[in-house]
């Protein structure tokens, strides 16, 4: 017996989850959750804190459905709702500090072509930038917003935007030409 789908359309399902049908909410959560979680893990180091920020995005992405007016993709409406609760979570928590990092980073040139690392490698190392460092690069280099929208969201200058991602940059490039080092034993290739 073959099974038919009910919601064989994206705009059918949110309809129907905006009328408050549980099944189709379930839908949009199972097709979406492993996605939107990753959006909040690149903002939250811990998994658990991860999965809260997901959860409390998705209440209000599932309270606001009536708001969405198929204007753009469902996804990227569901994706700025995420990062705007992980950003909410680490100001609640205060963990969002825009510090001067204070070990000395060498000012080598470093290409990204010269390292044989791995995705989950290369987000533990952006999970051990500070947290303001952190925040600003994934908002610029993963989610492409402009330091003005990054300024406004942050409640920083625009200034400070570009000063976190300049350090952000220059603090990855040292960790990932160590990592190469440690791997290799030499920085020659």
């Not at 359309?9 to 989850?17: P, R, S």
């Not at 929208?149 to 350090?167: D, P, R, V």
């Amino acid at each position: 017996m073959k099974v038919i789908s009910f919601f064989n359309n994206e705009k059918q399902l949110i309809k129907k989850a905006a009328n408050g049908n549980r099944d189709a909410q379930r839908t949009l959560y199972n097709l979406h959750a492993p996605k939107m979680l990753g959006v909040c893990r690149r903002y939250l180091k811990d998994i658990m804190q991860a999965e809260e920020a997901m959860c409390n995005g998705f209440l209000k992405v599932f309270k606001n459905l009536e708001s969405f007016r198929d204007e753009g993709s469902f996804e990227g409406w569901m994706r700025r709702i995420m990062v705007n609760e992980s950003i909410s979570y680490l100001r609640k928590e205060q963990k969002i500090v825009f510090t001067e990092y204070s070990e000395e980073i060498n000012d080598a040139t470093y290409s990204p072509q010269d390292s044989d690392l791995e995705v989950e490698h290369i987000q533990a190392l952006i999970d051990e930038l500070p947290e303001g460092y952190r925040a600003v690069f994934v908002l610029y280099a993963v989610e492409g917003f402009k330091h003005q929208e990054i300024a406004k969201m942050l409640s920083i200058s625009e200034s400070t935007s570009k000063t976190q991602l300049f350090k952000a940059r220059k603090l990855l490039q040292y960790k990932l030409k160590e990592s190469n080092l440690y791997l290799y034993g030499t920085d020659e290739i």
